[in-house]
């Protein structure tokens, strides 16, 4: 059995807000005695179900509504625009003929980004940071960022007009992961390193503007572009390890992990060169703001040698700002 004593505040050695001292009970015959401090074997923490490609941690259900909301999405969005600037089909499919296909690839880079409570005052069940100023003068959280990954970029598009594109886009990101620290009172600064796998996987409809047709200017083969596209992210972290040196060898803590859809937007600028008949080169920058990278609420693993034992906590999230360049190939139909 184990007993939490509360404390008016604590955030001191890794255990939620308010947790400040851990008592193992032993038992006898059934009844609860105190006893002698036992080694408390956690239950595994559940791990969410991997259904797509290399691992992207997303249910079947969020795969059916990831599906739907794009396709709803994408035929509203062509819809709007279409009815917006006149759609000329004879006309869209002279200059650039009318369906495409594209395919991507590059990098994306994360921007700083912090790990906070979803509630820091929640006590059922407990918020893992908790509200007050870390060691850095910053709120409690962890703060780092999602580093680098390549990007695996698609897109189908049709021509609405020679200056007005739409597509329907599908951006993966499969080697993201946090690096940062936490900042826990009466710890040194940058001292407790948090890690964690992540990747995520957006849809999008796009629209593209070309202001060269529009303003009737004269590049040869080179066609400049501006873009912007609405849609859904499905963003996965595993369990996030925080680990806890100056509290002694092997000292850690394991959160959940977890899975979360959010709203997506983007927005982008780039180079189209026409390299062959019915062949396009796509230079592209990107700016893809994918929402949140969430922790499941649920038990958490407090390690302190030679003891281990579990807490219930409360979700934690950080904001997935990326920063994305590619090069891709457009096939006209």
């Not at 008016?8 to 008592?23: K, W």
């Not at 003929?97 to 590059?106: C, N, P, Q, S």
């Not at 572009?225 to 963003?235: D, E, H, I, K, R």
């Not at 997506?264 to 796509?282: F, H, K, N, Q, T």
Request: glycine letters at 12%; one cysteine or more.
């Amino acid at each position: 059995m184990l007993v939490l004593r509360r404390s008016g505040r604590s955030a001191s050695n890794g255990l939620p807000e308010g947790l400040s001292t851990v008592t193992i009970l032993g038992t006898e015959g059934g009844r609860s005695a105190y006893g002698e401090a036992q080694t408390v074997r956690p239950p595994s923490i559940a791990k969410p179900v991997y259904t797509l490609g290399a691992g992207l941690g997303m249910k079947n259900e969020a795969r059916v509504k990831a599906g739907r909301a794009f396709t709803s999405g994408t035929a509203a969005l062509a819809a709007f625009l279409a009815a917006s600037v006149g759609w000329d089909a004879a006309m869209a499919e002279e200059a650039n003929r009318f369906l495409d296909v594209r395919l991507g690839i590059g990098a994306a880079f994360s921007e700083n980004a912090a790990f906070s409570d979803e509630n820091c005052a929640s006590v059922d069940p407990a918020a893992y940071f908790g509200c007050g100023i870390g060691s850095d003068g910053r709120p409690f959280g962890a703060y780092g960022d999602f580093g680098s990954s390549v990007l695996i970029d698609a897109g189908l598009g049709v021509w609405l007009q020679d200056w007005l594109r739409a597509e329907a886009t599908v951006s993966y990101r499969p080697d993201l992961g946090f690096d940062g620290a936490a900042n826990f009172s009466n710890v040194p600064n940058n001292t407790e390193p948090v890690r964690s796998d992540v990747e995520s996987l957006s849809v999008m409809a796009t629209g593209y503007v070309y202001p060269a047709p529009l303003l009737a200017w004269d590049l040869g083969p080179v066609n400049p572009f501006v873009s912007a596209g609405l849609g859904v992210a499905y963003n996965h972290t595993s369990a996030m390890d925080y680990e806890f040196p100056t509290l002694g060898p092997g000292s850690a803590t394991i959160t959940q992990g977890g899975s979360h859809t959010d709203f997506a937007w983007s927005v982008g600028a780039g180079l189209d060169v026409d390299i062959a008949e019915d062949w396009v080169l796509s230079l592209a920058y990107r700016y893809s703001d994918l929402g949140e990278v969430v922790t499941d609420r649920g038990d958490i693993l407090v390690i302190r040698p030679p003891r281990e034992f579990t807490i219930p906590v409360g979700e934690t999230m950080a904001p997935l700002r990326l920063h994305e360049v590619f090069v891709s190939v457009r096939y006209a139909f």
